[in-house]
Structure formats: C-alpha cells, structure tokens
C-alpha cells in the first residue's frame, strides 16, 4: 500500500501544474497532459472510494497510524475542482456516505458468509444470538410494513386517477412493488431457525393475500362507481380509466401466483383463494359493462317504441305525414339512430380490444355483450309478435342487427354463439316483416335488407 501522505504531496504538485498555480508563474499545459491528469485523477478517486469502503481490511485496527485520515483528507482533496476553490461539505459527506453503506454491506456479506462455513458458528451461539437480537426487530418491521402497506392503499384508492401506469393502475403498482420487495428482504435474511423462517414466510404470503384482496375489492367498487357516473345513450365511450380496472385485475392475477403461493400443503389456499376472488369480480366487472351496453340499447328500442301501431305517437305521427303529404314531399325519418348505436359498438370494441391486456377477459366480455344483446332485441320482438312493425322500426332493426352480427363476428366471437337459437328467431321475424313491407310500402325498404350483401359491407368500410 502507498503511503497516503506521499500520494497527497504527489497529486497536488500534478493537480497545481495543469492549473497553471505554479511559482515561475508559467501556466502552460498541454491537452495531453490535461487530459492525462484526469484520467489519473479519476483513477485515484475510484482508488480512494475502493479503500475507505473496505477500511476493515485496507487499514486493520487504524493501521499504519493516520493513514484513514490522511486518505480521507487526499479524497477531499481529489473531489476539488481546481486547487483554489474548496469542495462542497455536503458533496464530501455524500461520497463518504455511499462508500460506508457499501462498506456495510460489504462486511454483513463476509461476516454472513463465514457463519454459514464455519461449524463452530454455524446454529451456534453465534446465529442464537442474532436470532434474540433482530427476531423482535424483524417482527416489528414486518408489522409496521403491513400498517404503511395498508394505509399507502386506503389513500391511494381515495386519489386514484386511473390513468395506465406499466401493467396497472398508479397505487397497484405501488402495491405490488412494496409486496415483492418485503418478501425479497425477508428471504434474503436466510433465517437459520427453519420454524421461525416458515413463520415469516407464511406470515409475508398471507398479507399479499390479504393486500391484493383489498386492491381487488377496491377496484371493484372503483368499476361500479364509474359506470353510473358515465352516459346512458349512445354517446358513450369506453373510458381509459375502465380498461385500467381491468388491467389491475390482470396484473393481480399475475402478481398472486409470484406472491401469494408457497410450496407447502395447506398454504396453497391463500393463491387459491385470491384467484377465485379475482375470476369472480372480473365476472362481476363483465355483467356490469354488459348490463351499461345493454341498457343503450335498451334506449334505441324505447325510441323505436314510440312507432308501434296504436299509440298516440305514432297515430299523430301518422296522420301527420298523409295530411301533409297531399302538398309537399315528407321526408321519411333516417337511420341515425342505428348508425349513432352501431357506431357506439364500434367504437367500444376497439378500445377494449386495444386497451385491455387479457385477450380471454375481452372474449369472454364480447361473447356475454352479444348474447345479451341479440336477448334484449327478442324479447323487444316478442312484446310485438301481434303488431306488425313500423317501417322505421324494421329499417333500424335490420341495420343495426346485421351490423351488430357482422361486427362481433370480426372481433372472433365464434359461430356458435353467433348463430343461436336466438339470433334465428330475430332473423326469420326481421325476414319476415321485411317481405311485408316490400308490398305494402310503395317505396320499400330503400335498399336495406336482411339478406347478406357484399356492397353494404364494403359500404360500412
């Protein structure tokens, strides 16, 4: 080892010859030499930081005598700028700082290292001791992580904007992180009493279990909240913040399994357990969004209503039209009803396609959205079986079924589920009272038809 002093003498009559502080008052340095000087500056920097981290090693006992001083002194002097203006205090406590937590742990790794060597340390006296001394402390390290988890979610949740932050949401994130990094510090301790080591385990896997349950249950009230605040008509869109929700629920499926499941017998329960939590709120969570879209389309049939044969509406409107159309040309109502609803459609099954990360959590949402749909429609034409529909109604019924067919159909829904019982109800009635109308409607139907066409799908494109 070179003597820190000779090292300190040496450097500063380097460090005053390329800061032109020399006694003949030249100050003439070449770029080489500048650029040399660095290079061994920042070498000796790295040295220096090197030494006081492994002081345990490099100066024994405090030996050689004042040698730790004079290397603090020379690193002092090294992190300076130039030979004239003093460095920061701050910025020397900071090195000083970083090389004493590297030396920290440093030392715990050597000294952990021969305990698990040595037989004579080795479940002795020595890791008894360790075990009196931190068992407490990690006991109540654990306990005050568990209260500042629970609270950091309680709080989270009560500002939680939904915005997409990685795989979740800000506070998911948040959670799972903390989770992960508890455990990975309580298993990194290597706890040698094998029942006290299980404890910790068993004790760290049931509070993810109870944590990510929390943040389920949350987000659930989350999703329910948010729906009845947004539009009942056709205007609705797919929030960011709705595919956000089901993302938490993606990534907390995700996160149990790595969590929540130890590889002894009854512990299994506790993955088990949030896995069967979760399946049961994204089924909650699907129902919910199906029964918003549902009842959109609940309010276009309420507005077809309005033309079945009998009422007053459609009486007036009726004798409206033949009253008028004796000396002008009545325009007949259009299909912005149905374009306006399937645009809706449209537009929500690409967000959720886009924006949602379990392809099985959209199949399985398309598949209930279209089922319930093509339900709400028979049972609208059931109400109606002995009333012959409106050739408004039946335009808008025919484009927004054949639409709404076609549409799922892109999106993978499969044939099975698309030609039901039910859709072929609503078909062979819509077939029907489209022949009907062909006769006593001298204009027909302007082109739109139950029959499968290729022009009107390339129209829709």
Not at 58 to 65: D, K, L, M, S, Y
Not at 138 to 154: F, G, K, P, T, W
Not at 366 to 385: A, K
Request: proline content about 3%; overall charge negative.
């Amino acid at each position: 080892m070179i003597d820190p002093t000779l090292l300190h003498y040496s450097f500063a009559f380097c460090a005053s010859h390329v800061h032109g502080n020399r006694p003949d008052g030249i100050g003439t340095v070449t770029v080489d030499e500048k650029e040399r000087f660095e290079e061994i500056k920042e070498r000796l920097r790295l040295l220096l930081e090197n030494q006081i981290t492994h002081f345990r090693y490099c100066f024994p006992f405090g030996r050689p005598e004042g040698a730790l001083k004079a290397t603090l002194s020379l690193l002092e002097r090294v992190l300076m700028k130039d030979i004239v203006t003093p460095v920061p205090q701050e910025e020397v406590k900071t090195v000083i700082r970083k090389c004493l937590e590297q030396a920290a742990l440093v030392n715990y790794t050597r000294l952990s290292e021969y305990a698990k060597i040595e037989d004579n340390l080795c479940n002795g006296k020595f890791h008894k001791h360790l075990q009196d001394l931190f068992a407490p402390l990690v006991v109540r390290y654990v306990d005050l992580m568990e209260s500042s988890i629970a609270q950091s979610i309680h709080r989270g949740f009560e500002r939680e904007s939904w915005e997409p932050v990685n795989n979740g949401s800000g506070t998911s994130e948040d959670l799972f992180w903390k989770l992960d990094a508890l455990q990975t510090f309580i298993r990194d301790l290597h706890w040698p009493e094998e029942e006290f080591g299980k404890h910790l385990e068993q004790r760290l896997k049931l509070m993810a279990s109870d944590m990510i349950e929390s943040c389920v249950k949350r987000t659930r009230i989350a999703f329910e909240v948010k729906l009845q605040k947004t539009s009942r008509s056709t205007d609705f869109r797919v929030p960011q913040s709705i595919c956000t929700m089901f993302n938490v629920m993606v990534d907390a499926k995700a996160q149990s399994t790595k969590l929540c499941s130890m590889e002894m017998g009854q512990e299994h329960q506790y993955h088990s357990k949030i896995d069967e939590l979760i399946e049961e709120t994204v089924k909650e969570m699907i129902t919910l969004l199906v029964a918003k879209f549902v009842t959109i389309l609940e309010g276009v049939l309420a507005k077809l209503s309005r033309y079945d044969e009998g009422t007053l509406f459609s009486s007036f409107l009726s004798f409206t039209v033949k009253a008028a159309s004796k000396y002008v040309d009545v325009p007949k109502p259009g299909m912005d009803v149905a374009d306006a609803y399937v645009t809706f459609v449209r537009h929500s099954q690409d967000v959720l396609r886009d924006k949602v990360n379990e392809e099985m959590y959209i199949e399985r949402l398309f598949d209930q959205w279209y089922t319930s749909s093509m339900n709400v429609v028979c049972t609208w034409l059931t109400d109606r079986m002995d009333l012959q529909l409106h050739i408004y109604q039946l335009k808008t019924l025919i484009r927004i079924v054949k639409k709404t067919y076609r549409d799922f159909r892109l999106q993978g829904v499969l044939d099975s589920t698309l030609n039901s019982k039910t859709y072929e109800t609503i078909r062979n009635r819509l077939t029907v009272e489209e022949a009907t109308a062909s006769v006593s409607e001298g204009g027909g139907l302007q082109g739109i038809t139950m029959k499968d066409s290729d022009e009107e799908d390339e129209e829709d494109d």
